[in-house]
């Protein structure tokens, strides 16, 4: 399976983060890639939640995945778009962060909104607040395309290990890990806990990532680390794409899923035991 990595710069004009994003899943497609993926909050980086009031929209209306469904469909690829931010019918007015699997035919597969929300100082000066903005999901998900198994989470979720284990066990051979991490976070922790992750579950990972500064028309510029990867479930990385906006592929060997578990059994030698 050939798949495409999009790192983006997206900023809070979705209509300008579309026509990046159009370009690239065709050049990808041009490039014979059949699963596409997107980072976290592919149509919208903002930091203003007045912003993404005015310029976002709920599902059904959201221009956005109605023009990737086409596209979907009208270069017969899979795309996995990371997540898009939407309005909610919530009284408190707080979006989902949902991913989004679409099929070859323009079909949407499946959905999936983040669990865990992003609630933390990362430095002094450098403070998440997501739960005022988002309001988690409590489903976990696994699809299934081109007989590949698929589990899908976002950003932030990746720090909950246990997610992941569910996953692969559910059937997952290609774990999906869309973000928008932080810089301090990013250099620190990214690499290595997309590394274990695949090692723990014998899953490919695929990671597409946000990346630099993001242009802002309101509030204040964010940034993200990037580094985009790809890692086999043997834990080697496949594919790192640095930090320019760009498109990355790597070829999967699915057979490398289950040579790496007949290796290294552990994702079915749970054992029950008491808690401490
Ligand atoms: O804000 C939005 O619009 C979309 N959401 C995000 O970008 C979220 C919350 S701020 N970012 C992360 O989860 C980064 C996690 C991270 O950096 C870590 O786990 O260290």
Same mark, same amino acid.
């Not at 709920?58 to 931010?85: F, H, K, M, Q, W």
């Given at each position: 399976?050939?798949?495409?990595?999009?790192?983006?710069?997206?900023?809070?004009?979705?209509? &300008?983060?579309?026509?990046?994003?159009?370009?690239?899943?065709?050049?990808?497609?041009?490039?014979?890639?059949?699963?596409? !993926?997107?980072?976290?909050?592919?149509? !919208?980086?903002?930091?203003?939640?007045?912003?993404?009031?005015?310029?976002?929209?709920?599902?059904?209306?959201?221009?956005?995945?109605?023009?990737?469904?086409?596209?979907?469909?009208?270069?017969?690829?899979?795309?996995?778009?990371?997540?898009? &931010?939407?309005?909610?019918?919530?009284?408190?007015?707080?979006?989902?962060?949902?991913?989004?699997?679409?099929?070859?035919?323009?079909?949407?597969?499946?959905?999936?909104?983040?669990?865990?929300?992003?609630?933390?100082?990362?430095?002094?000066?450098?403070?998440?607040?997501?739960?005022?903005?988002?309001?988690?999901?409590?489903?976990?998900?696994?699809?299934?395309?081109?007989?590949?198994?698929?589990?899908?989470? #976002?950003?932030?979720?990746?720090?909950?290990?246990?997610?992941?284990?569910?996953?692969?066990?559910?059937?997952?051979?290609?774990?999906?890990?869309?973000?928008?991490?932080?810089?301090?976070?990013?250099?620190?922790?990214?690499?290595?806990?997309?590394?274990?992750?695949?090692?723990?579950?014998?899953?490919?990972?695929?990671?597409?990532?946000?990346?630099?500064?993001?242009? &802002?028309?309101?509030?204040?510029?964010?940034?993200?680390?990037?580094?985009?990867?790809?890692?086999?479930?043997?834990?080697? #990385?496949?594919?790192?794409?640095?930090?320019?906006?760009?498109?990355?592929?790597?070829?999967?060997?699915?057979?490398?899923?289950?040579?790496?578990?007949?290796?290294?059994?552990?994702?079915?030698?749970?054992?029950?035991?008491?808690?401490?």
């Amino acid at each position: 399976m050939r798949a495409a990595l999009l790192q983006l710069t997206s900023g809070d004009d979705p209509v &300008a983060n579309l026509a990046v994003v159009r370009r690239m899943v065709a050049e990808a497609a041009a490039q014979g890639a059949t699963l596409i !993926c997107t980072p976290e909050v592919t149509n !919208c980086v903002s930091a203003s939640r007045d912003r993404q009031k005015a310029v976002l929209s709920r599902e059904e209306d959201d221009p956005t995945l109605a023009a990737l469904r086409a596209e979907a469909a009208r270069l017969g690829v899979t795309l996995a778009i990371g997540s898009l &931010a939407v309005k909610t019918p919530d009284a408190d007015g707080r979006f989902a962060n949902r991913s989004f699997l679409l099929g070859p035919d323009g079909a949407i597969l499946a959905r999936y909104d983040k669990i865990h929300m992003f609630d933390v100082t990362v430095s002094a000066t450098e403070t998440y607040r997501e739960s005022a903005g988002y309001r988690p999901g409590d489903r976990a998900v696994v699809a299934r395309t081109d007989g590949v198994g698929l589990g899908l989470s #976002v950003c932030y979720d990746l720090r909950f290990a246990g997610l992941y284990r569910a996953l692969a066990q559910a059937g997952a051979e290609v774990l999906l890990v869309p973000s928008a991490f932080s810089p301090v976070t990013g250099a620190a922790h990214w690499e290595v806990l997309l590394r274990a992750r695949a090692i723990e579950t014998g899953c490919f990972v695929l990671a597409a990532a946000q990346s630099g500064t993001h242009p &802002a028309q309101a509030g204040t510029a964010r940034k993200t680390w990037g580094h985009s990867l790809a890692v086999d479930p043997w834990g080697t #990385v496949l594919a790192d794409a640095g930090t320019a906006p760009g498109i990355t592929m790597v070829d999967l060997d699915l057979d490398l899923v289950a040579r790496s578990r007949a290796r290294v059994p552990s994702l079915s030698h749970d054992r029950p035991y008491e808690r401490p």
